[in-house]
């Protein structure tokens, strides 16, 4: 496999390392064993560590040379509430937690680099390693960046990695723009008139209200949205009533919503509170509560970052396993929020296509060991190439 000599002869430490990682999820801001690992790992390395940002953030930094080029590079330390069936030998020994999304994975690829860079310092400025906690819901990274982490650890640019299940082992997915969704939420409380079920002429029936709005927001999609932009509209809950003879009084609809543009963001939420408050109002309803979350940013590739990316993983796996143009996915990261404060670039590493290759957050899923080097071979190889150093240092040097 076309790894970092150096790394693969310590790919048995790092399997060793994420497995006590995966034994022992935490979730989002409690990563408190988990960040005891990384900082631990990341002095004994000899890295300058910092800790405290969103709590349980962890920042390594590492500096050769004398160019003031700074990069960071971040991993996520979080799991998920997630009971795991995966039958591993380092399943999960916390009942209702796994590492379901792989970032027990993320966290080991990142600290081999560190171990590596620390080691060789082929390499002229400065590399933090940003380990964030509660990438899932929680947004972590946000938190970091609202309590300083660039204004303390500044940066030319960031990047970010995720593994993929069902791109082979050894390939990689990256693209210029949007790689991931915008994630927003909605809930739409209607009031009708409850009423006995046999006696509907005496109520507003808030169920019913409730089915025509489902069935109208559909239409911004396939109606209002240009058919060349992209974005998902989902409903994800009804609650209403109790018992089978009450035309209830009230009804919940919640969902969510993914764009990759803010004009189409907003249209969007002005439009299902349009179509929500007009529909209810034609049933002689009313819509008593109407939220809106914009909860994650969609994550937007620079393109000279995006470059550099590209140019450390063809560099590793060569140019044709290195696919320039993915499909982005209307799931969402919050490293979107580390993207719009810095340039930056997120890419997908595949996790393998195998039997068993399970899609991430089911209970069956695994981090594949044999990604480690691949993973941390792509960390070390864009930090050497981002930061290379000067041709005349370089000789002096050597
Ligand atoms: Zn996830
Ligand atoms: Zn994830």
């Given at each position: 496999m076309p790894v970092i000599n150096r790394i693969a002869e310590f790919q048995r430490d790092m399997a060793a390392w994420r497995h006590d990682i995966h034994r022992h999820p935490e979730t989002a801001f409690e990563e408190k064993r988990t960040s005891d690992i990384v900082a631990a790992k990341l002095t004994e390395f000899g890295l300058e560590v910092h800790r405290g940002l969103a709590r349980t953030g962890v920042v390594g930094t590492l500096r050769a040379g004398t160019s003031n080029r700074a990069i960071g590079l971040r991993a996520d330390m979080d799991a998920l509430d997630v009971l795991e069936?995966?039958?591993?030998?380092?399943?999960?020994?916390?009942?209702?937690?796994?590492h379901a999304c792989g970032h027990d994975g993320h966290t080991t690829m990142l600290l081999g680099a560190a171990k590596y860079l620390a080691e060789t310092?082929?390499?002229d400025g400065t590399v933090h390693f940003i380990f964030q906690p509660a990438?899932?819901?929680?947004?972590g990274g946000r938190v970091m960046c609202e309590e300083g982490l660039f204004r303390q650890f500044p940066c030319d640019g960031v990047y970010g990695m995720h593994n993929i299940p069902g791109i082979p082992v050894g390939r990689f997915a990256v693209r210029s723009g949007p790689m991931m969704a915008a994630y927003d939420i909605f809930e739409i409380v209607i009031d009708g008139v409850g009423a006995h079920g046999a006696m509907p002429h005496h109520g507003i029936d808030p169920v019913l209200v409730g089915s025509h709005i489902v069935t109208a927001l559909q239409s911004i999609v396939a109606r209002n949205i240009d058919p060349a932009k992209t974005a998902v509209v989902s409903t994800t809950q009804i609650h209403s009533g109790d018992t089978w003879n009450v035309i209830p009084q009230t009804a919940v609809l919640r969902g969510t919503v993914r764009t990759f543009e803010k004009p189409v963001q907003d249209f969007i939420e002005a439009r299902i509170r349009q179509i929500a408050e007009n529909v209810a109002a034609g049933f002689g309803a009313k819509v008593s509560k109407w939220r809106y979350e914009r909860r994650y940013p969609a994550t937007v590739n620079s393109e000279t970052e995006t470059g550099y990316a590209a140019q450390a993983a063809q560099a590793l796996v060569g140019n044709a396993n290195v696919n320039l143009n993915p499909t982005p996915a209307m799931g969402s990261e919050d490293f979107a929020w580390m993207l719009l404060e810095k340039p930056g670039c997120y890419i997908w590493i595949g996790n393998g296509d195998g039997e068993g290759s399970c899609m991430v957050h089911n209970p069956g899923y695994d981090f594949n060991d044999e990604v480690l080097p691949l993973g941390a071979s792509y960390w070390a190889t864009l930090v050497e190439q981002r930061l290379a150093r000067q041709a005349g240092l370089r000789q002096a040097a050597e």
């Open positions: 069936r995966s039958g591993k030998e380092w399943a999960s020994t916390i009942p209702g937690k796994m310092r082929n390499f990438e899932e819901n929680e947004g």
